[in-house]
Structures are given as C-alpha cells and as structure tokens.
C-alpha cells in the first residue's frame, strides 16, 4: 500500500502556513496577537514532518521503482528539508540567542521562507507527474518543461 501520499501533506500544509505568516505583515493588521509563537511552531514541526515524508518516499520508491521524475524528486526532498532545517535553526538560535542584527535574522528568514516554497511547489508539481503525468495542470506541465521531462 503507498502510505507517501497520506504524509506529504503534513510538511506542504504546515509549511506552507509558516511561509504565509512569514511573508505578510499580519501584526500590521492585527497588532494585539501575537503570530511568532504559531508561526515558529508551524515552521518546527512542519520541518519535523518531512521527515516521515522522505522516509515512506523511499519505501515508495520500493514499490514504484526507478522513473526519469524521481531523481530530481528525491534530490528536490533533500533541497526543501536543508533550506527549512536551517530556518528552524536560525529561529530556534534567535529564541535563546538573539542575534545582534535582528534584521538580518528576519530577512534571512523571508528569504529561506520564499526559497522554500518554491521549492514546495516545484517537489509537488514533480511528484504530481509522476502519478498523474507530466500536463496534469499548468504549474505541472511548466515545471516539467523547465526539467526537460516532456
């Protein structure tokens, strides 16, 4: 039975959160909540739950066997795991730490948070041609042109 698919939604969903309270100014909006606590949350376990995701993706690749799609998927895996890896360290660095160059810290981090998700969306477009195709919609027909896999 392929259980991959049940445990890529954790990191994409989570992630994905803490990009989106990453990037847009919420406390602009809603000054008397407090959205650090929930957004390094987000970022913590959703870098802990790719961890599941790679592991039953090498079962997977068991099951499934070698394809031109999953090199480049497996490499894409490692590439989204080191980039959240390294925001989570550089946050959890912050919270007993505190740089000195606080905005160097934060922009590092919209980086990373922006890196990453492209990279969330490159990994499901490839994981997408895998299973249904390399047109099963436009960002996986484009990214599959961009990797030469049509």
């Known amino acids: 039975m392929m259980i991959h698919p049940a445990f890529v939604h954790f990191p994409l969903a989570l992630l994905t959160l803490y990009v989106l309270?990453?990037?847009v100014p919420f406390s602009k909006f809603f000054p008397k909540v407090g959205l650090d606590q929930v957004k390094y949350f987000l970022l913590y376990v959703g870098t802990l739950s790719i961890f599941p995701a790679i592991a039953t993706g090498i079962i997977a690749e068991g099951l499934v066997g070698e394809n031109v799609v999953l090199s480049v998927h497996k490499a894409g895996a490692m590439a989204i795991l080191l980039i959240f890896l390294?925001?989570?360290l550089l946050a959890l660095w912050n919270q007993f730490y505190s740089f000195s160059r606080p905005e160097l810290f934060r922009i590092a981090q919209k980086l990373l948070a922006i890196l990453g998700m492209l990279a969330l969306i490159v990994q499901g477009a490839l994981g997408a041609?895998?299973?249904?195709?390399?047109?099963?919609?436009p960002i996986t027909n484009l990214v599959s042109s961009l990797?030469?896999?049509h």
Request: proline fraction near 0%.
């Open 86 to 88: 390294v925001s989570a």
């Open 129 to 137: 041609a895998m299973v249904y195709g390399y047109t099963a919609d």
């Open 21 to 23: 309270l990453e990037l």
């Open 147 to 149: 990797f030469g896999f």
